[in-house]
C-alpha cells in the first residue's frame, strides 16, 4: 500500500467516479485490441482514424439533440460502417477513396452541428468533454448498454476470429476458405465502429483513434503469434488507462492547483510511450533464422 | 484407361463413388464447363477428371483460363454450363502476399487452416500443436514452425501454404502457379513433395502452371488449355504435336529427344512461353484408350505422320527426333526445357 500511496494520491482506490472509469476504461482498452489488431493487420488504419471523426460527429449532434454522447457515438459510428460497407472497395485505393469521402461528409456534419450547439446554447463545456472526453466524468448508468455493446461486439470478434484474421492476412487465403470478402468487411466495421464509440466514450472522439491503433500496433511488435498480439495490445490498454487515470488523479495537486490535468492527454501519452517502447531493440535475433 | 486403373486399385477410402465404372475414386469430375466472365467466353465444353493419388497437370499460357478453371472448381466462380463435382478441397492459391513485419508464424498458419470442429476438440491441450507439427513435418517444414511466414523465401512459403490447406484433410488440393517465381531447385522440390503428398494420402492434385517441363517427370495426368478449350489425358496422349495442333488451330511441333520434351510454337503464334494461345481448335474430349494412330481424327494423324510421330505419338526414339532437331534450332521459337526423365517414365511418374 506505501507503494501505491507514493504512486497515487490518497483516497483514489475510494472515489466511485475513479472506480467507474477505471472499469470501464479496462473494458474498452480489451475491445479495443482485437478490433485494432485488425485494423493494423489490414492496413486500415486511415479508417480507424476515420471512425474516430465519424464519432466526433456523433457526439456533436447528439449534444445538439440533448441525447447521451454515447448514443450519437453509436449510430453515427453505425451509419459510418454501414455506409463504407455499402460502398465496399476491396482494394487499397479503393478503400481509402471511401473512407475519405466518408470522413468528409462526416467532418461537414460536425461543423454544422458544432456551430449549432454553440450559437443555440452556450455548452461549450459539452463539446470538449465530445471531443476529448472526461473518463471520470462518465456516469455508471452507461454500464449496461456498455456490457451489452461490449459483449456482443466482442463475441462477434471471437466468434469470427478465423475468418477474420484470414481475411485481414490475405484476402486470397480468406476467399480459398470460402470466407465471403463483404461479410468479413462489415463485421470488421462494425466491430471498429463499436471499439470507437466507447473509446470516445473514455478518452474522446478525437483521441480514440490513439487507444484503438496505438496498443495494437505495439502488441503486433510484441507478441509472437496473432492471439500474444492481442494479449499484449489489450494488456497495454488497460495499463495506459489505469495508469492515466493514476496520473489525472494526482495532478490536482499539480499546478495550477486544484484544476488537474485531462486524463485523456495521460491515456493517450502513454499509449505512445508504449508504442515507442515496444520499438526498442531487442537482444537476440528479431526474425527466425531457419535451422538446416 | 482400364488398365491405369487397376495399376492404382489399392488406393482405399473412395470418397463418392463415380457414376461410371472405376476402382479409383474420382475426387473431382468437370463436364462439359463453359465459363463466361464479363461477355468473353473463357471455357468452353471443359471435361476431365482427376483420381485419388494422381497429380494432373494443369497447362496453359498465362491468360488461357487456368485460374478461371480453378476457382470454378472452388465454387468461386459461377459456370455458365456444364457441372463440377468433387471431394473435400484444399487451395493454395496465386499470389498470396504476407506482411514479414506481422507476427504470424508457419504454426499459426497452419492452425488457421484446421477445421472448426479439430479447432475445438484440440485447443487447449497440446493435440493442436502436434497436428500442426504433423501437417509441417508432412511437407518438411518443421524446422520453419516459428518462423514467420512473411520472410520466409518463396519455395518454403509454398511448403506452408501446402500445409495449410492440407489442415482441412482434402481429398482434392488445387494449387494455381505454385512453381511461379521459384527457382529451379525450389521447383523440383516443391514437385517431388506433390507426387509424393499425391501418393501418400491418396489425394488427387490438379496444379496449374504455364511451364509443364517440371511437372513432366511427376505427372500422372495434363489438361492442357489453349483458346478456352481443354485437352486431356495422359502426357502421351495430349502432348504431341496432332494433338496439339488441332487444339491450338495451328501446327505445333512436339518433340521428344535425349530425355527431353522439347515444345515448338510457330513464332507468329507466340505470345509468351511455348504453351501459346492462338486461334481455336475443334472441341477435344478427354481421349480414351491407349495412344495409338488408330484412334486420332484424319487432320491429327496427317499432321503426326508429317511430323514424324510414326509410331504413334506415344514415344519418340531418341534418332526419330533427329532430322527434326537443325530446324527447330533455326525457328528461333524454340522453348526447351530439360526433363530428367524419358517419355515413357514421365506419362507414369511416381505410384
Known amino acids: ?197 466507447l473509446a470516445a466514450l473514455s478518452v474522446g472522439a478525437i483521441l480514440s483513434t490513439a487507444l484503438l491503433v496505438g496498443p495494437s500496433a505495439a502488441g503486433l511488435r510484441l507478441g509472437k503469434s496473432p492471439w500474444r498480439a492481442c494479449a499484449w495490445a489489450a494488456g497495454i490498454g488497460v495499463m495506459s488507462l489505469w495508469l492515466g487515470i493514476v496520473l489525472a488523479y494526482d495532478s490536482y495537486s499539480w499546478p495550477p492547483a486544484g484544476q488537474g490535468w485531462p486524463v485523456s492527454f495521460f491515456v493517450v501519452l502513454l499509449v505512445i510511450v508504449f508504442y515507442l517502447l515496444a520499438h526498442l531493440p531487442r537482444r537476440g535475433p528479431r526474425r527466425h533464422e531457419a535451422r538446416p | 484407361m482400364p488398365d491405369a486403373v487397376a495399376k492404382r486399385s489399392n488406393i482405399a477410402a473412395p470418397p463418392k463413388p463415380p457414376d461410371r465404372e472405376a476402382l479409383v475414386p474420382v475426387v473431382l469430375s468437370v463436364r462439359d464447363l463453359s465459363v463466361r466472365l464479363g461477355g468473353r467466353q473463357v471455357l468452353r465444353h471443359v471435361n476431365f ?41 484444399g487451395y493454395v492459391p496465386q499470389k498470396v502476399v504476407l506482411d514479414p513485419d506481422l507476427p504470424v508464424r508457419s504454426r499459426d498458419l497452419v492452425g488457421l487452416g484446421l477445421k472448426r470442429h479439430e479447432r475445438r476438440a484440440s485447443w487447449p491441450s497440446g493435440r493442436r500443436r502436434a497436428q500442426v507439427e504433423q501437417l509441417l513435418a508432412a511437407v518438411g517444414a518443421l524446422h520453419l514452425a516459428d518462423a514467420r511466414v512473411g520472410t520466409l523465401s518463396g519455395g518454403e512459403q509454398q511448403r506452408v501454404l501446402i500445409a495449410h490447406a492440407l489442415a482441412s484433410e482434402p481429398q482434392l488440393l488445387l494449387l494455381d502457379e505454385p512453381l511461379a517465381n521459384l527457382d529451379p531447385a525450389s521447383t523440383q522440390a516443391v514437385v517431388k ?51 496439339l495442333s488441332a487444339l491450338y488451330g495451328h501446327h505445333v511441333d512436339v518433340l521428344r529427344a535425349h530425355g527431353r520434351v522439347i515444345v515448338s510454337v510457330a513464332d507468329e503464334h507466340r505470345e509468351e512461353g511455348c504453351e501459346t494461345v492462338a486461334g481455336t481448335g475443334p472441341r477435344l474430349g478427354p481421349l480414351p484408350g491407349p495412344c495409338s494412330m488408330g484412334e486420332l481424327p484424319d487432320g491429327a494423324r496427317e499432321a503426326a505422320t508429317a511430323n514424324g510421330t510414326t509410331d504413334g505419338g506415344c514415344e519418340l526414339a531418341p534418332d526419330d527426333c533427329g532430322p527434326s532437331t537443325p530446324r527447330l534450332a533455326s525457328q528461333r521459337a524454340t522453348k526447351a526445357a530439360p526433363v530428367a526423365q524419358t517419355a515413357a517414365e514421365a506419362g507414369r511418374g511416381p505410384t
Request: charged share 10%.
Open chain 1, 1 to 197: 500500500m506505501s507503494v501505491l500511496h507514493a504512486l497515487a494520491a490518497p483516497g483514489l482506490l475510494t472515489s466511485t467516479p475513479v472506480r467507474t472509469a477505471a472499469l470501464l476504461g479496462a473494458a474498452v482498452a480489451i475491445l479495443c485490441a482485437p478490433a485494432g489488431l485488425l485494423t493494423v493487420m489490414r492496413g486500415q488504419s486511415f479508417a480507424g482514424h476515420a471512425f474516430s471523426d465519424i464519432t466526433a460527429t456523433g457526439g456533436s449532434a447528439a449534444a445538439l439533440a440533448g441525447v447521451s454522447p454515447l448514443t450519437g457515438f453509436l449510430a453515427m459510428g453505425l451509419s459510418g460502417a454501414g455506409l463504407m460497407g455499402a460502398l465496399g472497395a476491396q482494394r487499397q485505393r479503393g478503400r481509402d477513396l471511401v473512407t475519405g469521402v466518408t470522413l468528409g461528409a462526416a467532418l461537414g456534419f460536425a461543423a454544422l452541428f458544432l456551430y449549432l450547439s454553440t450559437t443555440t446554447t452556450s455548452a461549450s463545456g459539452a463539446t470538449v468533454t465530445v471531443l476529448f472526453g472526461s473518463l471520470f466524468a462518465v456516469s455508471s448508468s452507461n454500464w449496461p448498454v456498455v456490457a451489452g455493446l461490449g459483449g456482443g461486439t466482442a463475441a462477434l470478434v471471437v466468434g469470427f476470429w478465423r475468418p477474420l484474421l484470414l481475411s485481414a492476412l490475405s484476402p486470397e487465403l480468406a476467399a480459398a476458405h470460402g470466407v465471403r470478402p463483404r461479410l468479413a468487411e462489415a463485421a470488421y466495421l462494425a466491430s471498429v465502429a463499436v471499439a470507437v464509440a
Open chain 2, 49 to 89: 477428371e482427376v483420381a485419388a493419388g494422381e497429380v494432373t497437370g494443369l497447362i496453359g499460357a498465362n491468360g488461357a483460363g487456368k485460374t478461371t478453371l480453378i476457382r470454378t472448381v472452388l465454387g468461386l466462380q459461377v459456370a455458365s454450363a456444364g457441372s463440377v463435382e468433387r471431394a473435400r478441397v
Open chain 2, 193 to 243: 513433395l506433390l507426387a509424393q503428398l499425391a501418393g501418400s494420402r491418396a489425394m488427387g492434385i490438379l496444379v496449374s502452371t504455364h511451364d509443364m517441363n517440371p511437372l513432366l517427370p511427376f505427372m500422372h495426368k495434363v489438361v492442357y488449355l489453349a483458346g478456352g478449350l481443354a485437352a486431356s489425358g495422359t502426357t502421351e496422349q495430349v502432348v504431341r504435336s496432332d494433338v
